[in-house]
């Protein structure tokens, strides 16, 4: 099935090379919507993007969070394609619910890969991310219970909950409860964690694993 994308960036260049990135991808990835405002990603044919490539710098001086915020709560699978660089915008965004924050300096290879994995729910970390993940010191960070987090781990090295429930010899059922539980947890934080990839996000954040572990 092919992967579907919306592009929203006020630069002309930019979502031009992003599209011809994403048709030269293999297999390809099939832009629908490109424009420089939000509202390519709310109206057809954009509202029905598998994902949404974000310029977080638009027209307005600050960072679009608002916008940002508004696609994660409808459900939609965004990643941040920004010249912002510092690690508090890469972690505000991942606060928030993107997928993954890429620089535009990171290009290509990178950009594609983090669409395929937003699409399957699945994390991507660039070398950028990491970085920002590697120097996160903020405290609001959930306790978690010994079990949840083996729950969690596990289920980020498994393809499936059934795959951790015969792993840790539990039911699938007990496995979703853990995993809601955790992310009860962060929510009530102020890091909601809606998607698998958010959940990887808050664990490198919080020292529960090591992007190289992943």
Known sequence: MTITVAVVDDHPAIAAGVRVWCASATPPIKVLAAGPTVRTAWLEPGSLADVVVFDLQLADSVPAYGDLRR????GRKVVVYTMRDDPETALTCLDIGASCHITKAEGERHLVAAIRAAANDLPYTTPSLAGALGTDMRLHRPKLAPREVDVLIEWFHCES???VAR??????RTV???IDRVRVKYANAGRGAPTKAALVARAIQDGLIDVGDL
């Not at 696609?71 to 409808?74: A, E, F, N, T």
């Not at 792993?167 to 699938?172: A, E, F, P, T, Y």
């Open 161 to 163: 909950k059934e795959m």
């Open 176 to 178: 979703n409860s853990y």
């Open 71 to 74: 696609l994660v709560d409808d």
């Open 167 to 172: 792993k840790l010899s539990l039911s699938v």
